[in-house]
Each structure stands twice: as structure tokens, then as C-alpha cells.
């Protein structure tokens, strides 16, 4: 078996997984030369900012990753048609959001960027390239990209691969740099081998080599949509029952801490909250559920939506919780939102929990008023204006559109914590960020309108402290 060495990496996409894996790459792998590329011309130029604290993408140790390579092995561009055409093996790495029209929309992964890349990839290139697909997509996606890279008749051969990442925001840095397993899918030919080890070649450079895993190409991509199903319905299955806690009075934590003791079950993702976000597990399942009823699997399905309407459930009876105890009504009232980002320690806001709190008081004309460390204005205000033109979802669908002029008359911005509490009827807690619990909450509260209320959307600050300085508290899955 003719192994390729591999010297030369392009990855299409600059976005959550292809900066930071390629960052990774190239630091640990100097003799490997890396060019990530991206149409999107203010993101690549903030990739190559020389204030790293403007890197696009928030991930605590991926500034130091970036400062390292840079410029010595890893370069950002725009030259997309460059860096095909000189690479060996090109990554993909584009955006597979959930279509939001014609079939399968609201389910299942809209592959047009995906399509794109494989025509540009074929005409451009004029000699043999391993591919290797890094966005999550459906099961079979290879087989389409197969198809339309080797429909070119030009004589060049494309060897295509599965390595979807397992990267956790947040924790991406340490994730790449200490991976659970690096997973590999390809042709169980000759070629499909040989394309296999030479990625592994390129991992081998950091990773164990057990560590490695080499499967068929189809079971390397329906693991990535498992991996997230799985994780995903551990936390719906946990919210499921902080609701029943709450009517009987006992502890959502002290459940998790008991069950989680259990080694088969194990604690990893079961921390109640205010429910799950971010760009994978919600996109995920429902990619999971499309296959399902393709396959003429129903009832399979079903299970695997529960997961997703629970999600909602969480969100839905959190925004409701809310306005039950402001007496029924949040019209007029400044209700502040510490924290946007769908978890802490990154600036993603994809599937944010605090959207779809955020769109079920503004249904009821409530003044938001929003502080995050990491979120900017603008993109706060993009998310809910895509929310608006993209109403799916089954809370969602129910809401009305509303203007964005009406919106920004509504939401406010604050790059201060405190001014966002300022004379507010609520504060609601939709991040985990540690700074939140070192806050000067006797202040606080001096400042807010009274009765002064806490809704704790992910448990993070003292219930009995806050309490004992004279606010009504809100935990998930904590009983009075």
C-alpha cells in the first residue's frame, strides 16, 4: 500500500471547526504546511488580526494555538481556488444548518454549501486529492460527494474520507489536543486504506495511535449524528425529571449526583438547565429523525424527536415560569438576561436557550435587557432576526413575527452587567459564566424593582445566599 505524505493541508472553512482544528494541525504538526480558506472576507481578515483578542471564534488556548503557527505553517485566506489546487488533502468544514424550506425542512441538513465545495474542488483541481469531510453530515453524504468530484472526467481521482469532530465548545482547545478518539471512515479498498493512513499519519503526530480508529465511511458519519443523540437525550432526560422535582420537592442535583455514581451510567451530561444549544446536538437528532422516516423507520423517529421536544419543553416552561411569577404579565417590564452564548467559555450563539426564552417575553412585550461577555451586539440582534424569518420549531411556530424595528425597541444591549439589572423586575441567568457568581448581588439587588427575582437557568449561584439577601429564587429542578 502506497501511502501519500502528506505536506500540504487546505481547509474549506473558517468557521468553529475548521479554525480551531487546523490551528491544532498546524501546531503540532510544523512540517505540514496549512491554508484555511473562506469566502467570507472580515473573517479571514480577524483570523489574521495581529490583536489576537479579535479572533472570531472565542475558545479559552486557541489564542496561544493561533500565535504559535501563524504565519510559520498555518496561513488565513481567500485565494479558495490557490489553496485547492496546491493542497493534498482538503478539509471541509462548511456550515450544514437544518433547511428551512422545500424537502425535508426544520429536519433535515441543508448540503448546498457541501455541494458547492465538492464543484469547486472538482474544477479546480488538477491532480489526485484526498478529501475528507469534516462537517457533520447525514449518512451516504461521501457517496454524493463521490459522485459529483469524479463526474469531472478530467482523470483526477478524489479519495474521499469521514472524520467528523467530537469537539465540545468551550473545551475545544484541550479536546484536540487530548481526544477521546480521533475516528477515520473510508473505502475498504486498496486506495481507501492507503487515504486512511495517511490522516492517520497527520494525528499520529500528537494522538496515540489507539486513539485512532479506521471504520467504513458510512459507519464513521451516522457515529457522529449518534455521538450527539446520545449526549442530547442524557440532558433531555435529566430536564424531564428536574420538572417532576420541582412539584415534589426534591433536588435535581442531588438525582444527578446519585444516578451519576452509578458506573454504567457515569455523571458526564447530567446537569439540568434551562436546555441544551449550540450547532450540533438539536441539528443533529433531527438530521437522525429524517433519515429515520427516509428509512421508513416512524417509530424510531418519534424517539429520537422526543429528544429534541423536550429541549423545547425546558425552554418553553422556563419563559413560562417567568411570566407566571411576574403576575401573569412581563408587558413593559425590564427583564435582564446575563448571558446569550449557548454555554460558557464561547461566543457561539447557535440554538441558544436565550433566544427562545428571549422570542417567548418579547411575545409578550417584555424590555430585555441582555449582557454576555463574549456576544457582541450585532450578532444578539442577527439572531433574532434570523429567528423571526426562520420560525421552526414547535414553540416557535406558535410565536408571531415581529418587526425587527420593534424588536430593537424591545432588546437592549449592555456592556455592563450591572446596567442590564438596573431597575429590573427579573434577572435571568441563560449562561453559565463563572463571572456571574462572583457578582456583588447585595447591590443588585438595592438596584432592582421588588420584589426582586432570580431565575437561575443553570444553577450556577447560591439559591440560600441570594435568598437571604431578600430575592425570590428560581432554580431547574430545585423544589421550594
Same mark, same amino acid.
Given at each position: 500500500m502506497n501511502t501519500k505524505k502528506i505536506t500540504n493541508i487546505c481547509c474549506i472553512g473558517a468557521g468553529y471547526v475548521?479554525?480551531?482544528?487546523?490551528?491544532?494541525?498546524?501546531?503540532?504538526?510544523?512540517? @505540514?504546511?496549512?491554508?484555511?480558506? $473562506?469566502?467570507?472576507?472580515?473573517? @479571514?481578515a480577524d483570523w489574521n488580526d495581529a490583536d489576537l483578542d479579535k479572533l472570531p471564534i472565542y475558545e479559552p488556548g486557541l489564542a496561544e494555538v493561533v500565535a504559535e503557527a501563524r504565519n510559520r505553517n498555518l496561513f488565513f485566506?481567500?485565494?479558495?481556488?490557490?489553496?485547492? +489546487?496546491?493542497?493534498?488533502? @482538503?478539509?471541509?468544514?462548511?456550515?450544514?444548518? &437544518?433547511?428551512?424550506?422545500?424537502?425535508?425542512?426544520?429536519? +433535515?441538513?441543508?448540503?448546498?454549501?457541501?455541494?458547492?465545495?465538492?464543484?469547486?474542488? +472538482?474544477?479546480?483541481?488538477?491532480? $489526485?486529492?484526498?478529501? =475528507?469531510?469534516?462537517?457533520t453530515l447525514p449518512v451516504r453524504t461521501a457517496e454524493a460527494l463521490s459522485t459529483i468530484l469524479?463526474?469531472?472526467?478530467?482523470?483526477?481521482?478524489? $479519495?474521499?474520507?469521514?472524520?467528523?469532530?467530537? #469537539?465540545?465548545?468551550? &473545551?475545544? =482547545?484541550?479536546? #484536540?489536543?487530548?481526544?477521546?478518539?480521533?475516528?477515520?471512515?473510508?473505502?475498504?479498498?486498496?486506495?481507501?486504506? +492507503?487515504?486512511?493512513?495517511? #490522516? =492517520?499519519?497527520?494525528y499520529a503526530n500528537w494522538v496515540p495511535r489507539e486513539n485512532i480508529l479506521c471504520t467504513r465511511v458510512w459507519s464513521s458519519e451516522l457515529s457522529k449524528l449518534t455521538a450527539n443523540a446520545f449526549l442530547a437525550q442524557r440532558v433531555s432526560s435529566i430536564n424531564a425529571i428536574s420538572a417532576l422535582c420541582e412539584k415534589t420537592g426534591?433536588? =435535581?442535583?442531588?438525582?444527578?449526583?446519585?444516578?451519576?455514581?452509578?458506573?454504567?451510567?457515569?455523571?458526564?451530561? #447530567?446537569?439540568s438547565s434551562v436546555g441544551f444549544g449550540g450547532s450540533c446536538f438539536q441539528k443533529d437528532i433531527l438530521n437522525l429523525v429524517y433519515l429515520c422516516y427516509h428509512f421508513n423507520l416512524p417509530e424510531v423517529a418519534a424517539y429520537?424527536?422526543?429528544v429534541v421536544d423536550m429541549n423545547d419543553y425546558q425552554k418553553h416552561r422556563f419563559a413560562k415560569n417567568i411570566i407566571e411569577s411576574l403576575f401573569n404579565t412581563v408587558s413593559g417590564k425590564k427583564i435582564a438576561f446575563l448571558g446569550w452564548a449557548f454555554k460558557k467559555d464561547t461566543n457561539d450563539t447557535r440554538e441558544t436557550a436565550a433566544l427562545y426564552v428571549a422570542d417567548e417575553l418579547l411575545q409578550d412585550r417584555a424590555e430585555i435587557h441582555v449582557y454576555d461577555p463574549k456576544v457582541t451586539e450585532e450578532q444578539i440582534f442577527a439572531d433574532l432576526e434570523y429567528l423571526q424569518t426562520h420560525r421552526v420549531g414547535n414553540y416557535v411556530e406558535q410565536g408571531e413575527s415581529m418587526s425587527m424595528e420593534e424588536i430593537r425597541s424591545l432588546v437592549t444591549v449592555h456592556s455592563n452587567p450591572y446596567s442590564a439589572m438596573q431597575a429590573a423586575h427579573a434577572t435571568a441567568i441563560l449562561t453559565e459564566w463563572d463571572e456571574f457568581k462572583s457578582y456583588d448581588w447585595k447591590r443588585i439587588y438595592t438596584d432592582m424593582l421588588k420584589p426582586a427575582f432570580v431565575f437561575d437557568g443553570r444553577n450556577i449561584v447560591d439559591k440560600a445566599q441570594l435568598e437571604g439577601i431578600g430575592f425570590e429564587v428560581y432554580n431547574v429542578g430545585k423544589g421550594k
Open positions: 475548521g479554525g480551531p482544528t487546523m490551528a491544532m494541525i498546524a501546531q503540532k504538526c510544523p512540517h @505540514i504546511k496549512v491554508t484555511v480558506v $473562506d469566502l467570507n472576507a472580515q473573517r @479571514i485566506s481567500t485565494e479558495v481556488d490557490k489553496a485547492i +489546487a496546491e493542497a493534498q488533502m @482538503i478539509f471541509i468544514s462548511v456550515n450544514t444548518p &437544518t433547511k428551512t424550506y422545500g424537502v425535508g425542512k426544520g429536519k +433535515a441538513a441543508d448540503l448546498k454549501y457541501i455541494e458547492l465545495c465538492a464543484r469547486q474542488i +472538482a474544477q479546480v483541481a488538477k491532480d $489526485d486529492k484526498i478529501i =475528507v469531510e469534516k462537517s469524479n463526474a469531472t472526467g478530467n482523470g483526477v481521482k478524489f $479519495d474521499i474520507l469521514s472524520s467528523p469532530e467530537f #469537539l465540545a465548545e468551550g &473545551t475545544a =482547545v484541550s479536546d #484536540l489536543q487530548v481526544p477521546d478518539r480521533v475516528l477515520i471512515g473510508g473505502k475498504d479498498t486498496e486506495r481507501g486504506h +492507503a487515504a486512511m493512513q495517511a #490522516l =492517520v499519519d497527520v426534591a433536588d =435535581v442535583d442531588e438525582i444527578s449526583k446519585a444516578i451519576g455514581a452509578d458506573s454504567r451510567i457515569g455523571s458526564k451530561f #447530567l446537569k429520537w424527536q422526543q
